[in-house]
């Protein structure tokens, strides 16, 4: 059924242009060289190429492994109710999964990054927040540059951003590619959110738009969803550019074996080739840059291309077979992401997303509307609808003991998203009933684990160590954050509608039954971070603050491996801004 209706529906991303686009490596002429090569068409990748082919006279390839945007099957990537549906294991997924995680009763988590045109961006929840201003003031602080402060990097939020749903219209763009929209769809618990912010104002604020800096309190959510589609760096950026550019080449199904070390400057190692291939046994090919290689391969991908190439902990590689040629000891660690958990209620009403969920004949009825006219429910997030960003209290006794990881007064420990029906990305789903559910998120967490290569076989997946909730102060935050998932659950507004928890197997009214629950349902959020993070500080880090490979020559680092510190929130609008800011940082150094 799905194939056949979302064949009329597909982004013809390729078809017209004026760039060069290979489906294969082998298709790339021998002889060209190129300004820049980019490795990774994904969030970052897409907006640097972007900007730099906005120099005509500057040639740039980008070099992505993942397949194309577009096929029988790109429904789940293209309308927004199916995202949480795009990955794990579908064709748009690389499939990792992480070791197991000893918190969460010693489980195997499935860790999906998008494997396709436009990366995580193209399969992702799509929830847009740009963070707290705090956040972006820490990274400039630690990165030794002002450009990067919430003041400087302001101005780049609205370029990167149309807005068509506005809640404070003077802090949203409205020229920019990236289309972001507020719930598109009127929910069943709308009113009922709202009038529990009302009720308990003091614990959880009505905020009119968490996207000005300010991101405390409960706000709309707003999404990477433009009309009736999801709006990613490939559409928002990739396609325009390839359309209009005849400087950008791409080349997909093509994933980056190594850099190759191709002589030296003032003593250093230069690294501007790379190697790539299509498969295991397929052949390798050499590309070079004559200025840079620019690495967006992510989170995962840019300290595993790190580590194949020689470069990282030297004991570590020497133990896989691995020649260490640059000592950079932080290549792969420092891994953070956000412990999620979500809880859900029984509620009496026939109006939640629940029969969706369960693709009964609701779906059918939606999926019509869809198709004939691009609105209702499967044209918005099936995510969450509004969303609280939380501290906890200035006298809690978890941060005397533990001390305050934020970035500041205006940063969250915590977030509560809410949704009207059983959303889980950890449990079943019950076969029948309507629920809501509020789902947990430690979003300021100590825990750190990492990224290490298992072999020097660059196709075979790096171990992957979140340690998610491997800290006291993550798991004693998450327990305050359902007890206060569970004060606004307790809420007037809901009388008459919650009927009771939904108590998986677990009793959720106690810590020790909260730690027993998150034992079993705890997750992660799918946000890796931090694994090649920048410093000033000179024998710390991997980059600089200008996000150049320390020790080295020709390599600069744009991606989500590079912050100093997860952002505490959903940090794809704050990788955006940054890529924005970064291809003015190249731009900049290159005379552009
Ligand atoms: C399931 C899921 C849901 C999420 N939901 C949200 C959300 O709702 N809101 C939010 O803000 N954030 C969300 N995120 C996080 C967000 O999408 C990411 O943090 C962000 O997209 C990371 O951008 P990036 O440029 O660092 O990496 P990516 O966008 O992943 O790009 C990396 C690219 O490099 C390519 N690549 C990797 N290795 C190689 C190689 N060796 N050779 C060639 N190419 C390579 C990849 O295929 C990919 O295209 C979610 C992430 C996931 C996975
Ligand atoms: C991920 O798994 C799916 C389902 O098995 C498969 O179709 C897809 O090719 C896999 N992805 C990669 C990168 O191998
Ligand atoms: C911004 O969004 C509006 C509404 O979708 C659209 O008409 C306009 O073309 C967009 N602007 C850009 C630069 O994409
Ligand atoms: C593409 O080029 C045309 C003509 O130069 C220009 O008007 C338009 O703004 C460009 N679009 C993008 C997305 O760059
Ligand atoms: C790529 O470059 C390396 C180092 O110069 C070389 O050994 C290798 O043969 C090259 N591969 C191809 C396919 O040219
Ligand atoms: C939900 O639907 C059932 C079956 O049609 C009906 O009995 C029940 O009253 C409805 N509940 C509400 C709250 O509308
Ligand atoms: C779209 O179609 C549905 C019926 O399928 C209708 O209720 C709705 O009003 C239509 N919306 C628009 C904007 O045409
Ligand atoms: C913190 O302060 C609040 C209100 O001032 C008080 O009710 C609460 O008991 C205090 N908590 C602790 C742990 O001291
Ligand atoms: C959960 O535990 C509390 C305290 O022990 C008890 O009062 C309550 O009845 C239990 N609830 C359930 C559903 O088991
Ligand atoms: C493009 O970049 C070159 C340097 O590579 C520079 O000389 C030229 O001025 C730039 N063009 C524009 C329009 O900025």
Redesign the pocket.
């Known amino acids: 059924m799905f194939s056949l209706l979302s064949l009329g529906l597909v982004l013809a991303l390729l078809k017209s242009g004026l760039a060069a686009v290979y489906d294969d490596p082998g298709q790339l002429p021998m002889d060209k060289q190129y300004d820049f090569v980019i490795?990774?068409?994904?969030?970052?990748?897409n907006v640097i190429a972007a900007r730099l082919a906005e120099n005509a006279s500057t040639s740039i390839l980008i070099?992505?492994?993942?397949r194309n945007n577009v096929g029988f099957d790109s429904y789940l990537i293209t309308i927004p109710f199916f995202?949480?549906q795009?990955?794990?294991h579908t064709t748009f997924d690389?499939n990792y999964t992480t070791i197991p995680q000893e918190p969460l009763n010693n489980q195997l988590i499935a860790?999906?990054?998008?494997?396709?045109?436009?990366?995580?961006?193209?399969?992702?929840?799509?929830?847009?927040?740009r963070g707290s201003s705090d956040d972006y003031d820490r990274f400039a602080d630690l990165a030794g540059d002002d450009g990067w402060n919430w003041d400087n990097l302001f101005p780049y939020a609205l370029k990167g951003h149309n807005e068509t749903g506005q809640y404070i219209p003077s802090i949203h763009g409205t020229d920019g590619p990236l289309l972001t929209s507020i719930y598109g769809y009127p929910a069943d618990t709308d009113d009922r959110v709202i009038a529990a912010t009302a009720e308990l104002s003091e614990e959880f604020p009505w905020n009119p738009d968490h996207n000005s800096g300010n991101m405390l309190g409960v706000s709309w959510m707003h999404?990477?969803i433009g009309g009736p589609l999801r709006s990613s760096?490939a559409t928002a950026y990739l396609e325009p550019a390839l359309r209009n550019h005849s400087n950008l080449d791409l080349v997909y199904n093509?994933?980056?074996?190594r850099l190759i070390q191709n002589g030296e400057i003032e003593g250093l190692p230069v690294f501007t080739t790379v190697e790539?291939a299509r498969n295991p046994t397929a052949p390798r090919y050499n590309v070079s840059a004559t200025r840079e290689v620019i690495l967006?391969?992510?989170?995962?991908?840019?300290p595993?291309?790190l580590m194949l190439s020689g470069i990282g902990r030297s004991l570590d590689l020497a133990a896989v077979g691995i020649k260490p040629i640059i000592d950079l000891p932080e290549v792969g660690q420092n891994l953070v992401d956000h412990p999620l958990l979500p809880i859900q209620w029984n509620v009496d009403s026939n109006g939640t997303m629940d029969p969706i969920y369960r693709a009964e004949a609701a779906l059918e009825a939606a999926l019509e509307q869809y198709y004939a006219n691009g609105t209702g429910r499967l044209a918005a997030n099936g995510?969450s609808t509004q969303m609280a960003f939380l501290r906890l209290p200035e006298n809690s006794s978890i941060l005397a003991e533990f001390g305050d990881p934020t970035s500041g007064p205006g940063s969250p420990h915590y977030e509560l998203a809410f949704a009207d029906g059983f959303f889980t990305t950890s449990q079943t789903n019950p076969t029948s009933g309507s629920y809501f559910s509020i789902i947990n998120v430690v979003v300021t967490p100590t825990s750190r684990g990492a990224i290490t290569l298992a072999s020097n076989d660059?196709f075979q997946h790096p171990t992957i160590d979140p340690k998610i909730l491997s800290t006291d102060y993550d798991v004693n935050v998450m327990i305050e954050s359902v007890k206060a998932a569970q004060r606004f659950a307790a809420a007037h507004a809901w009388d008459g509608y919650i009927t009771g928890p939904y108590i998986g197997s677990v009793n959720t009214t106690t810590d020790d039954g909260i730690k027993e629950y998150l034992s079993r349902w705890a997750t992660t959020?799918?946000?890796?971070?931090c694994t090649a993070r920048l410093s000033k500080e000179d024998g710390e880090g991997v980059v600089d603050g200008q996000l150049l490979l320390k020790k080295a020559k020709g390599v600069r680092i744009?991606?989500?491996?590079v912050f100093p510190i997860i952002p505490a929130?959903?940090?794809?609008?704050m990788?955006y801004i940054i890529?924005e800011r970064a291809a003015d940082v190249i731009k900049a150094a290159w005379g552009m």
Not at 112 to 129: A, C, I, K
Not at 254 to 257: D, E, I
Not at 296 to 302: F, K, L, Q, V
Not at 569 to 573: N, R, S, W
């Open positions: 490795v990774g068409a994904g969030t970052a990748g070099v992505e492994a993942g995202g949480p795009a990955s794990p690389w860790y999906p990054r998008g494997y396709v045109l436009g990366g995580s961006s193209s399969t992702n929840y799509m929830v847009y927040t999404s990477t760096s093509s994933q980056v074996t790539f967006s391969a992510g989170a995962i991908g840019t595993q291309i995510v660059p959020i799918k946000h890796p971070f744009v991606d989500a491996s929130g959903h940090p794809q609008a990788v890529a």
